[in-house]
């Protein structure tokens, strides 16, 4: 099962890149919560079903002209997936480029994605998806 949880995980990534509603639409429970509670962003919300995963995409696509997020890392589980990502953007109108890198939790039920969370750190992830040791 693991394996083709970190197969929708990629595809999710691909989707985003692409900006294709569509294919995310095919991997994520209408249902599926983004959590940025726990990121080092500016934005620490929560987004839940299509209306907020939309709005959570579209957040990043407004402000940056281009962005493509790569994995790292995978960390495999039963029901969830921790990576490391690496996003590149250059921001829109202002041109600024931007390097991050930073943990997903990913959580998935029925070969679906329910949940998304951005951590600061690593082991918080990990714990969070009940992968720490």
């Known amino acids: ?59 990043y696509w407004d402000s940056f002209e281009s962005i493509t997020i790569e994995v790292e890392e995978c960390i495999e589980g039963r029901d969830a997936v921790v990576v490391v990502i690496r996003a590149r953007g250059r921001g829109f109108g202002s041109g600024v480029e931007v390097d991050a890198r930073g943990p997903h939790a990913w959580s998935f039920s029925k070969g679906r994605v329910v949940r998304l969370a951005l951590h600061e750190h690593l082991e918080d992830a990990l714990e969070m998806a009940g992968l720490s040791e």
């Open 1 to 59: 099962m693991a394996q083709g949880n970190v197969e929708v995980m990629r595809a999710v990534y691909d989707a985003f890149n692409r900006r294709d509603l569509d294919a995310l639409w095919s991997l994520v429970d209408p249902e599926c919560e983004v959590d940025l509670t726990n990121s080092m962003g500016f934005d620490r919300s929560k987004y839940t079903g299509r209306e907020g995963v939309l709005k959570f995409f579209e957040s």
